[in-house]
């Protein structure tokens, strides 16, 4: 169980254009998800918290019109790179946080989506 | 506001030998503490956490933790390692002060010699 998927897995786009990034809790609900931002060999920074239903909170220096985060669902989380450039090349990996339960610090991840601008 | 060391960068260690990450965090209150685990190019796979109770984790592969408050650590141990433990592992922590985020430690690269 708690399984959480992301879509695409790698994604190749040209600077300038947008890209959305899909994560979605396979088995269960989630409330609020996270999207996270990993370069290489380095950790995983903190982007924002998506809500569903409400707007998400981003981290400070994370631009929100850069980086649109849409909670639409219990179980979908999207985002979009807006005019994306190649500085935007990374690794972006989501976790869920499942509904309900008691250990509510336990964050499900996603396989992360490879993202490069050309 | 938590924050997480991982003193080592890269360790490197022989197949059948024992393994030890060091994770140090600074938090005021208990924090809520994780091991997490990544292979190359892939999301991160729970090894471990520790929210209350007995201070000794243990967790998935063979993986055990042990909290120790008074040295703010929470080092992640394995008796003996196999070639696929090869990877990259990041300690966290969260608060439920800080609206239940993680925050993560640097990440320390095992690899491991035939």
């Known amino acids: 169980g708690a399984v959480v998927s992301q879509h695409p897995s790698r994604v190749i786009c040209k600077s300038g254009t947008s890209v959305k990034i899909e994560c979605r809790s396979l088995?269960?609900?989630?409330?609020?998800m996270f999207w996270y931002r990993q370069f290489p060999k380095q950790s995983l920074m903190l982007m924002a918290t998506?809500?569903?239903?409400?707007?998400?909170?981003?981290e400070q220096g994370v631009e929100k019109d850069k980086f649109l985060i849409n909670h639409a669902s219990l179980t979908l989380s999207t985002l979009t790179v807006t005019s994306a450039h190649p500085e935007d090349s990374s690794f972006y990996i989501c976790?869920?946080?499942?509904?309900?339960?008691?250990?509510?610090?336990?964050?499900?991840f996603g396989p992360g989506t490879r993202l490069t601008v050309t | 506001a938590q924050s997480v060391t991982q003193p080592d960068i890269h360790i490197t260690v022989s197949e059948g030998a024992s393994l030890e990450l060091r994770c140090n965090y600074s938090?005021?209150?208990?924090?809520?503490l994780f091991w997490y685990v990544q292979s190359p190019g892939q999301g991160l796979q729970l090894l471990l956490k520790?929210?209350?109770?007995?201070?000794l984790v243990q967790g998935i592969k063979g993986f055990e933790a042990e909290f120790k408050r008074s040295q703010s650590s929470f080092n992640l141990r394995k008796p003996s390692v196999h070639w696929s433990d090869a990877a990259e592992y990041f300690c966290?922590?969260?608060?439920?002060?800080?609206?239940?985020?993680?925050?993560f430690g640097g990440g320390t690269r095992v690899l491991v010699k035939p």
């Open positions: 976790s869920a946080r499942e509904d309900g339960r008691g250990q509510l610090y336990e964050q499900y």
């Open positions: 088995d269960f609900q989630a409330t609020t």
């Open positions: 998506s809500n569903e239903g409400s707007k998400a909170t981003y």
């Open positions: 938090y005021g209150a208990t924090p809520y």
């Open positions: 520790y929210f209350s109770g007995d201070t």
């Open positions: 966290a922590v969260g608060a439920r002060a800080a609206g239940n985020k993680l925050t």
